[in-house]
Antibody, heavy 116, light 109 residues
């Protein structure tokens, strides 16, 4: 059974960088598939942030592309998200998921609040 | 970029009733690459339907998906209490590959 778990700071100051890591178990990232990040502001809908292939190829939401970076560490079976210059509008639950075109396995989500 | 419009925003129904949710795309979805997700409060979304009509293994056959091109439908034949939730559609046939609709809330009337 594929499982994903997000980790990282729950509070980030405005203008700083949000960093989250997703640890995958039950499947080796290096075996294939794409891996993605999705976020959901409180009370709102889902927004795809970006996706990475195990080789390191990335695809980003054009609306966030200038601030987003996703990387992969196959030795740790993890992939990571960095979002720079955050504002209150970036406050959301951040999910990592396996991206098979659709998203078939999801982490439980990590709430990140942007506040001073 | 494809824009997905879900309607209605909220659907108020009673257990046992039929629910029909719509997802309309601003341009044709290649190969009917459309998925539906169910999300309950405080939980991550769960994949419900992919390829417009293939049901994920966790879900019973009262859930069905249909449609092609730009118009897609999720139908719940007879609502059970556990079906009251948010439902999102997502297309993955075009670029960028992760566009979601705004969601439909199915609530108890």
């Amino acid at each position: 059974q594929v499982q994903l778990q997000e980790s990282g700071p729950g509070l980030v100051k405005p203008s700083e960088t949000l960093s989250l890591t997703c640890t995958v178990s039950g499947y080796s990232i290096s075996s294939g598939f794409y891996w993605g990040w999705i976020r959901q502001p409180p009370g709102k809908g889902l927004e795809w942030i970006g996706t990475i292939y195990h080789s390191g190829s990335t695809y980003y939401n054009p609306s966030l592309k200038s601030r987003v970076s996703i990387s992969v560490d196959t030795s740790k079976n993890q992939f990571s998200l960095k979002l720079t210059s955050v504002t209150a509008a970036d406050t959301a639950v951040y999910y990592c998921a396996r991206h098979t075109g659709y998203f078939d396995y999801w982490g439980q989500g990590a709430l990140v609040t942007v506040s001073s | 970029e494809v824009v997905l419009t879900q309607s209605p925003g909220t659907l108020s129904l009673s257990p046992g009733e039929r629910a029909t949710l719509s997802c309309r795309a601003s341009q044709s979805v290649r190969s009917n690459y459309l998925a539906w997700y169910q999300q309950k409060p405080g939980q991550a979304p769960r994949l419900l339907i992919y390829g417009a009509s293939t049901r994920a293994t966790d879900f019973p056959d009262r859930f069905s998906g249909s449609g092609s091109g730009t118009d897609f439908t999720l139908t719940i034949s007879r609502l059970e209490p556990e079906d009251f939730a948010m439902y999102y559609c997502q297309e993955y046939g075009n670029s960028p590959p992760g566009t979601f609709g705004g969601g439909t809330k199915v609530e108890i009337k």
